[in-house]
């Protein structure tokens, strides 16, 4: 098949939009939906100056996604002095895995010369995912831990640095995942949190909950996309998978949503479409404060709905395991 716009060889073919593309349109649309991305989600305040810059965080975990976000955001910023970009590495003591990403980090931020963060859980937490997945004191999928403490560690660095925005580089597959799930398990407060989190209202979020503005650059584009933007780019991206990969729950949802794809092209696409204006009326009503109320977390003084927060719940069970 040929590319649609220029005749050459193509590389892919999108079943949702019906077009072919050859490996300079294909990268070019995906360059260009991540950039419409990042003006909608992340736009850059007026009073950002080369001399008084925005510092953007971007969550660079090695992995095909986070890769391809940086290497984006590098383009696009490069030559301009307004936004300044720190990559932030998160170690969750998961051994041969985790020391592979983080080399793949490595490659890139020198590539790039860009400044970078390596945390690990067990600065933090004083825990390792290696071993929390042995003990598991909750019966809980190792990720259910691994994602709260991941969420921590990202937004309190974020905000040591002083960031203005938090960058993930959750991709189109991981949002309609997130969506479906959310509403399979009728979880109102986690739809109206993709609100805040993902279509600007970014001051009203930070002053609610003090946490840094964050935005999901690639959430238009299809994983399978950002793997072969990665691939084509030649980017340092690492692919095998984590050993405590099981969040089972979230693998039944990917297959059925990739037989639903296949099926019915564009399922993702309207799946997030249906999803962002139910999540704008759940936000709207926890706005006017029929939500749970936000306090401090008796230890971190973390937000939360409860007196300890879930994170601060989690250390305590792995402690006393
Ligand atoms: Fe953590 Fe699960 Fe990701 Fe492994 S797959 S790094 S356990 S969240
Ligand atoms: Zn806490």
């Not at 950039?35 to 305040?45: F, H, N, Q």
């Not at 399979?184 to 001051?203: N, P």
Request: hydrophobic share 35%; glycine share 6%.
């Amino acid at each position: 098949m040929d590319c649609d716009k220029c005749g050459n060889p193509a590389v892919m073919h999108a079943a949702y939009s019906g077009l072919h593309l050859c490996e300079k349109h294909f990268c070019r649309s995906v360059e260009k939906r991540v950039r419409r991305r990042i003006r909608e989600d992340a736009l850059l305040s007026p009073d950002a100056t080369p001399d008084d810059p925005e510092t953007w965080v971007v969550g660079l975990s090695g992995g095909k996604d986070s890769v391809v976000l940086t290497h984006i955001l590098h383009e696009t910023f490069a030559k301009d002095p307004r936004v300044e970009l720190l990559a932030l590495t998160i170690h969750e003591g998961i051994e041969g895995y985790r020391d592979e990403s983080v080399d793949a980090c490595l490659d890139l931020v020198e590539a790039l010369d860009l400044r970078h963060e390596l945390v690990t859980y067990e600065e933090e937490f004083g825990l390792r995912m290696d071993d929390v997945a042995e003990s598991d004191p909750l019966g809980m999928a190792p990720c259910a831990y691994c994602g709260v403490f991941r969420r921590d560690v990202l937004s309190r660095y974020a905000t040591e640095f002083d960031a203005d925005k938090l960058l993930t580089g959750h991709n189109l597959d991981d949002e309609a995942q997130t969506a479906l799930m959310n509403v399979l398990e009728g979880d109102v407060a986690q739809v109206a949190k993709h609100f805040d989190a993902s279509l600007g209202s970014f001051e009203e979020r930070a002053e609610v909950e003090e946490l840094v503005p964050r935005a999901k650059p690639l959430r238009d584009v299809p994983e399978k996309e950002v793997a072969l933007y990665a691939h084509l780019k030649d980017l340092p991206a690492h692919i095998t998978e984590c050993p405590h990969a099981s969040e089972a729950y979230r693998g039944e949802i990917q297959r059925l949503l990739l037989d639903l794809e296949e099926n019915h092209p564009g399922t993702r696409h309207s799946i997030m479409a249906g999803y962002e204006e139910l999540a704008g009326i759940a936000a709207e009503r926890y706005r006017r404060g029929d939500g749970p109320e936000m306090r401090e977390c008796e230890r971190c003084g973390g937000a939360t709905t409860r007196s300890l927060c879930r994170k601060c719940q989690l250390v305590e069970a792995v402690d006393a395991a």
